[in-house]
């Protein structure tokens, strides 16, 4: 009796630690946005460089907390791309409210979702851009559940950025602990980390274990992950996501951007 009641505690704790971080976020106030999402704002971010200043080529990856009580838990990825000197950027996502999930068009990169602001996970320009974004259409028109959705554990939005970023040579960005779906493999169980240096093991998206040089170590339990970041200098919890003192990603001012500009995709 006395094991069963501590491995029955054990249990309650390893929950009640899961949960810890979306209870916070509840509890807190610090998620309230639009009562409504047809009164939620959709406005640009002003984070994306106008197109009709910025000639180069462009890849951008986002994301936002998700809508009403989802957004405790996890937040919704998209990726922008822009042509060289293209007057208009494309938005990549997946939309759950849609016979065809896929959304795929010309778009502001760096809109709110629904109230909830927008944040940079990595930005590629020029000549680097530019040899992606054909693989990233290439991705986008081969996403395997054009027309399934299931918020949990997927295939949902984070599922298809992370699918396109895994099919997309040199397009190495790690996505959030708490970008819930990146973790669903199809019809993998051992897969390479979206970062692109690493592996991870993954059962169904419910559960699994990550380790990868962009996005440290992480241990995904029903779908929630925790977790290090070493390179980061940051910790993975639960619902908040990282907290790190850097992004492992590439951005504008990588010298690494020039460097993969000859890279053979």
Do not use: C
């Not at 006395?2 to 807190?28: D, E, H, M, Q």
């Not at 042509?83 to 938005?91: C, L």
């Amino acid at each position: 009796m006395k094991r069963f009641f501590r491995y029955t505690g054990w249990v309650l704790g390893g929950l009640l630690f899961l949960l810890s971080g979306p209870i916070l976020l509840a509890t807190s106030g610090s998620l309230q946005g639009a009562e409504s999402w047809q009164t939620a704002t959709r406005e640009s971010a002003g984070i994306a460089p106008p197109p009709e200043t910025a000639q180069e080529a462009i890849v951008q990856v986002y994301g936002a907390r998700a809508w009403s009580w989802r957004g405790y838990f996890a937040v919704h990825t998209w990726i922008a791309t822009k042509e060289k000197g293209a007057d208009h950027y494309q938005v990549h996502q997946v939309i759950g409210w849609r016979n065809h999930v896929v959304n795929s068009g010309p778009g502001e990169p760096d809109r709110h979702w629904y109230g909830a602001r927008p944040e940079l996970y990595a930005d590629i320009r020029g000549a680097l851009a530019e040899k992606l974004i054909p693989r990233i259409y290439e991705a986008v028109d081969s996403y395997p559940f054009p027309t399934e959705y299931q918020a949990w554990p997927g295939p949902n939005s984070n599922t298809f950025v992370a699918w396109v970023i895994r099919q997309v040579p040199g397009l190495d960005v790690a996505l959030p602990n708490h970008a819930i779906g990146k973790d669903y493999l199809v019809d993998q169980i051992v897969a390479e980390v979206p970062g692109g240096a690493g592996y991870q093991v993954s059962f169904g998206g419910y559960f699994g274990l990550l380790a990868g040089v962009r996005e440290g170590v992480e241990l995904n339990v029903l779908g929630l992950s925790f977790g290090i970041n070493p390179l980061a200098l940051g910790i993975k919890l639960p619902g908040i996501g990282e907290l790190a003192l850097r992004n492992t990603n590439p951005m504008p001012s990588d010298s690494d951007q020039t460097a993969g500009a000859g890279w053979e995709l």
